[in-house]
C-alpha cells in the first residue's frame, strides 16, 4: 500500500476515533436526560421524584467518566510502551461492546444493565488519549500544534451532529422502529468500523526508539509527569478548567428541560446549535495558532467563557441563553486547544501519550464529579450550577494569568 496514503488513512482514523468518543457522550446528554426525566420512564419507577431523577442522570453522565478516570491513564501509557495501534484494537473492541451492552440494557429497561455499559464505556475511553497521541507522534513539530488544535474542531463537528443523530434515531415518531437504544446500536456499530480501519489500514505511529521502557506501575509513572515542572502548572489548569465546563455541559440538558420544557427533539437542536459554535471556535483556533502562540492566545477566551455562565444563570427568555451559551462554547474551544498547544509544545515526544493520559484522567474525574455535584445544587436554585461554573473559571483565568507571567519572565531570562 502507498505509504502516503497509509498515512493519510492513519490520520483519518485517529480523528475518527476521537470524534466517535466525543459524539458518544453527546449522544448519552441528549438521551439519557428524556428518557430518564418522562414520566413513564422505562428504566425507573413512575413515582420518582424529580430530585431524585435529577440525581439519577448526573450519575448516569459520572458513570462513564468515573472508569474513564482509572482506563484512561493506563491505556495512554501502555501505548507509550507498546505502541498506539494495539492499544486501540483492544480499546475499540472494548467501546464496541460496551455500547452494544448499552442499547441491550436499554431494550430490556434496565437501569443497572445501563449503568454498568456506561462504566465499562469508560473504562475503554482511552482510545481518545492513544489517538491524540498518534496525532502528535505523526506530526512535523512545526504542524504539531494546528494539528493537535484540529482536535478542538473535530470535537466541535462531534457534538453538531451527534445530537440530531440521538434525538432522531431514538424517536419513533420519525421512524416506526427507532427507540432510545437506536443511537447506542449504531454507535456499537460504527466503533466495530474503526475496528475494522485499525486491522487492516492504520500504522503504527510510535517506532520502538521513540516508544518508553520504563517498568514502573502505570499510574506512578503517569504522575512522573508532574517532574516536568514547567508543564505542571498548565497542564493542571488545562484539567481543573473542565470541572467549570462540565457544570454546564452536564446540566444544561436538565435545566432546558425543567426551566424551558425542551422536548427531547429540541435538547438535540440545541446541543448541535451549541456544537455549531465549539466547531467554529475549534476553525478560529486553528487558524490563530499558527500566528500567536497558544499561550497568550488562551487569556481572551478564558474570560469570555466565565462571563458568558453568569449571563446563561441570568436568562429569562431562550434567544439570551442561546446566544450565550454559543459564547461559552466558542470561548471553551479555544481554551482546549490552546492548552493541547501549550501541552504539546512543552512536554518531550516520548512523555506525549503520558500527558494526554493525565489530562483525559483528570477530565474524566471532573466529569464524574461536576453532573451530580450540579444535580445536587440545583435543589437551591436551579441556575446555581452555572453560577458555580463562571466563578471557577474565572479562578482558573487568574492562576492562568500567574502562570504565564512567572513562565514568561522565566523564559526571557
Given at each position: 500500500m502507498d505509504k502516503q496514503f497509509n498515512r493519510t488513512i492513519t490520520f483519518f482514523t485517529l480523528y475518527l476515533i476521537f470524534f466517535l468518543d466525543l459524539a458518544g457522550v453527546a449522544i448519552v446528554l441528549v438521551v439519557f436526560s428524556p428518557v430518564i426525566l418522562q414520566a413513564n420512564s422505562p428504566l425507573i419507577a413512575s413515582e420518582t421524584t424529580l430530585h431524585t431523577r435529577n440525581l439519577i442522570v448526573g450519575f448516569l453522565f459520572a458513570a462513564y467518566p468515573l472508569t474513564q478516570f482509572f482506563g484512561a491513564p493506563l491505556i495512554g501509557e501502555l501505548s507509550d510502551r507498546y505502541g498506539r495501534r494495539p492499544v486501540l484494537l483492544i480499546s475499540n473492541l472494548g467501546t464496541t461492546l460496551a455500547f452494544a451492552l448499552t442499547a441491550y440494557a436499554l431494550d430490556r429497561g434496565s437501569l443497572v444493565l445501563v449503568f454498568i455499559g456506561r462504566l465499562a464505556a469508560g473504562l475503554f475511553a482511552g482510545n481518545l488519549t492513544v489517538a491524540q497521541a498518534g496525532v502528535s507522534d505523526l506530526s512535523a513539530p512545526h504542524d504539531r500544534p494546528r494539528r493537535m488544535a484540529l482536535f478542538s474542531a473535530v470535537g466541535g463537528i462531534a457534538w453538531m451532529v451527534a445530537p440530531y443523530i440521538g434525538s432522531l434515531s431514538s424517536d419513533d415518531k420519525f421512524v416506526s422502529w427507532f427507540s432510545y437504544s437506536t443511537p447506542f446500536w449504531m454507535m456499537a456499530a460504527l466503533f466495530f468500523i474503526i475496528l475494522l480501519f485499525l486491522l487492516f489500514f492504520v500504522q503504527e505511529c510510535l517506532s520502538e526508539r521513540e516508544r518508553s521502557h520504563e517498568g514502573k506501575n502505570p499510574f506512578l509513572n503517569l504522575i512522573s509527569v508532574f517532574k516536568l515542572t514547567h508543564l505542571r502548572t498548565p497542564l493542571l489548569l488545562g484539567t481543573l478548567v473542565m470541572l467549570g465546563w462540565m457544570f454546564f455541559e452536564g446540566f444544561i440538558g436538565t435545566y432546558l428541560i425543567q426551566k424551558f420544557h425542551f422536548t427531547e427533539v429540541w435538547i438535540g437542536n440545541a446541543f448541535a446549535f451549541f456544537a455549531l459554535f465549539w466547531f467554529l471556535g475549534g476553525l478560529f483556533a486553528n487558524v490563530l495558532v499558527?500566528?500567536?502562540?497558544?499561550?497568550?492566545?488562551?487569556?481572551?477566551?478564558?474570560?469570555?467563557?466565565?462571563?458568558?455562565?453568569?449571563?446563561?444563570?441570568?436568562?429569562?427568555?431562550?434567544?439570551?441563553?442561546?446566544?450565550?451559551?454559543?459564547?461559552?462554547?466558542?470561548?471553551?474551544?479555544?481554551?482546549?486547544?490552546?492548552?493541547?498547544?501549550?501541552?504539546?509544545?512543552?512536554?518531550?515526544?516520548?512523555?506525549?501519550?503520558?500527558?494526554?493520559?493525565?489530562?483525559?484522567?483528570?477530565?474524566?474525574?471532573?466529569?464524574?464529579?461536576?453532573?451530580?455535584?450540579?444535580?445536587?445544587?440545583?435543589?437551591?436554585a436551579l441556575a446555581l450550577p452555572f453560577y458555580v461554573a463562571g466563578l471557577w473559571i474565572l479562578l482558573i483565568f487568574f492562576l492562568y494569568l500567574k502562570w504565564l507571567f512567572i513562565w514568561r519572565n522565566r523564559a526571557e531570562k
Open positions: 499558527k500566528k500567536l502562540s497558544p499561550d497568550r492566545l488562551n487569556i481572551v477566551p478564558l474570560i469570555f467563557a466565565s462571563l458568558s455562565m453568569f449571563i446563561i444563570g441570568l436568562a429569562t427568555k431562550t434567544p439570551l441563553l442561546w446566544i450565550f451559551a454559543a459564547v461559552a462554547n466558542f470561548a471553551m474551544a479555544n481554551v482546549l486547544a490552546c492548552f493541547f498547544g501549550i501541552f504539546t509544545k512543552l512536554a518531550p515526544e516520548e512523555e506525549l501519550g503520558k500527558v494526554f493520559g493525565l489530562w483525559t484522567a483528570g477530565f474524566a474525574l471532573f466529569s464524574a464529579i461536576g453532573p451530580p455535584f450540579a444535580g445536587w445544587i440545583s435543589r437551591y
